[in-house]
DNA sequence: ACATGCAATCCCACATCATGGGAAGCAAGT
DNA sequence: ACTTGCTTCCCATGATGTGGGATTGCATGT
């Protein structure tokens, strides 16, 4: 399950490969996990998700809970995060989110592409959604990022499996296809209700100057503040803010020209 | 230069171990780093620097410049550290820096010990020395890690160069042996221009209940704002601020009882 | 235009290094 | 006391990562 992440590239890895599998898993639940259940996750020998972890450990990748031997991440990993998140000037995203969100009531997030997913990487609410990790056809956020993809990152025939969260996710590739076609034309996506019951989020791409999706920027609330009558408007808000993070956290050279 | 971060650990790693090296070399400086560039500074072949950012490229923990085809950390690397960063509660540190920072007229840091260094995680300025990596041996905040260290992270004998920034920093391991008694008896550490001149920091631990430093936390201002007869307020500050950041990163089984 | 240098990328035979089975040691649950 | 599940170490096997070299492409300098 956790090991999509990593399909390809058969040359010269395997080790490296593995090791930073370990690492992927541990996004998805809370607690901390010992080496017999990386093992059992990634399929792998409990001598091998051993050997990985206590590498990992000794790099300050993974640290270890003295109490109970098991590994969470490390000290490494949140040296590395911080610098890249300055480097790429999220610190700067922040206030122009909370702006947005105070503005339109609702929750604005900002999220990147990491291989067949959205994360959410800064948010304009209190709620630390940051960090959560969506599937990509079933998010408008995954859908602005999959219809302005970027050539090296694959567009949806990427991702095999799209599997189902409610009645309403868009599981066939076809239809998929034809709703990006259809974000693209209106520039933007909307989600409504297909990751959970009783959530409509608007998207909007922070888009570059080759015209891809660096990020993808939403606006989500409760189907009855995002209303077809609001739509316009809070798209209006949405891209106003898109534009303002264009400026922020593209550099010169990246960014498109001033006039559309 | 950049390698003394993973010595040891023989046993079952090589591959893993270099592509974690490679990860670590982008700290150092700005730019992004060609594939030679790598090859370079980790002292291997261009071909398996190449090979292993490939590698780590497919992962998404590299992203590539597709203009220049360098090397910068990517997407996975921001996702795992922003997770790792709220599942140590960082984010909840900032305001009470932020507080600290505003009432001492100093900045505030917030540090992690990461192998060899200390990492600024989290500051009350705006200045986003966030992500910084300071040596041990030469920062009050690399002091009070040391002095309160972990048994597993090793003592200041664990770290061999002992490089001198100024004339006034701390060479000797006698010398810096001698200081972190004093740091411990005094309970809480002094930089008086020994990383940088003009520059004078107090900084205390944030400690758990087993009376190791998880964080250290520091005041730093110019040396006409940190004068000997401010020096007992602001440590009075310092310390209830580490006292709340306790309470905030701390999970209550980790924390140390109340009274002292 | 041509030569020169530097870097990215790919190929391949060799042997080094990661692999996983096994077993010892430990803790907790039945 | 017996069982279960875990971490941790050891070691023979061969799969896997290694680095030299060849190729291509893009600059820069002449």
């Given at each position: 399950?956790?090991?999509?992440?990593?399909?390809?590239?058969?040359?010269?890895?395997?080790?490296?490969?593995?090791?930073?599998?370990?690492?992927?898993?541990?996004?998805?639940?809370?607690?901390?996990?010992?080496?017999?259940?990386?093992?059992?996750?990634?399929?792998?020998?409990?001598?091998?998700?051993?050997?990985?972890?206590?590498?990992?450990?000794?790099?300050?990748?993974?640290?270890?809970?003295?109490?109970?031997?098991?590994?969470?991440?490390?000290?490494?990993?949140?040296?590395?995060?911080?610098?890249?998140?300055?480097?790429?000037?999220?610190?700067?995203?922040?206030?122009?989110?909370?702006?947005?969100?105070?503005?339109?009531?609702?929750?604005?997030?900002?999220?990147?592409?990491?291989?067949?997913?959205?994360?959410?990487?800064?948010?304009?609410?209190?709620?630390?959604?940051?960090?959560?990790?969506?599937?990509?056809?079933?998010?408008?956020?995954?859908?602005?990022?999959?219809?302005?993809?970027?050539?090296?990152?694959?567009?949806?025939?990427?991702?095999?499996?799209?599997?189902?969260?409610?009645?309403?996710?868009?599981?066939?590739?076809?239809?998929?296809?034809?709703?990006?076609?259809?974000?693209?034309?209106e520039a933007y996506a909307l989600n409504d209700g297909e990751s959970a019951?009783?959530?409509?989020?608007?998207?909007?791409?922070?888009?570059?100057?080759?015209?891809?999706?660096?990020?993808?920027?939403?606006?989500?609330?409760?189907?009855?503040?995002?209303?077809?009558?609001?739509?316009?408007?809070?798209?209006?808000?949405?891209?106003?803010?898109?534009?303002?993070?264009?400026?922020?956290?593209?550099?010169?050279?990246?960014?498109?020209?001033?006039?559309?």
């Amino acid at each position: 399950m956790t090991e999509a992440v990593t399909a390809r590239a058969p040359g010269g890895a395997q080790a490296v490969r593995r090791a930073l599998d370990v690492l992927h898993c541990f996004h998805d639940n809370g607690p901390d996990l010992s080496a017999s259940d990386l093992a059992r996750r990634l399929e792998l020998s409990v001598s091998t998700a051993h050997r990985l972890a206590r590498t990992l450990l000794g790099a300050g990748f993974l640290e270890q809970d003295p109490r109970t031997a098991r590994y969470r991440l490390g000290p490494a990993v949140t040296e590395l995060g911080r610098l890249s998140y300055h480097q790429r000037g999220l610190h700067l995203a922040a206030p122009e989110l909370a702006d947005l969100a105070e503005r339109t009531g609702a929750t604005a997030d900002l999220a990147l592409r990491s291989g067949p997913h959205a994360v959410i990487v800064a948010g304009g609410s209190v709620t630390p959604k940051v960090g959560l990790r969506r599937p990509l056809h079933s998010t408008a956020l995954g859908k602005v990022l999959l219809a302005w993809a970027r050539p090296g990152d694959g567009g949806p025939e990427s991702l095999p499996p799209l599997p189902a969260f409610t009645d309403r996710t868009i599981v066939e590739p076809a239809a998929l296809e034809a709703e990006l076609v259809r974000v693209r034309a209106e520039a933007y996506a909307l989600n409504d209700g297909e990751s959970a019951h009783g959530v409509r989020t608007l998207a909007v791409p922070v888009l570059d100057g080759a015209g891809y999706a660096r990020f993808a920027l939403a606006v989500r609330a409760t189907p009855s503040l995002i209303t077809a009558e609001r739509t316009e408007w809070l798209l209006t808000e949405a891209r106003s803010c898109a534009r303002a993070l264009e400026v922020l956290l593209l550099s010169p050279a990246e960014r498109r020209p001033p006039a559309r």
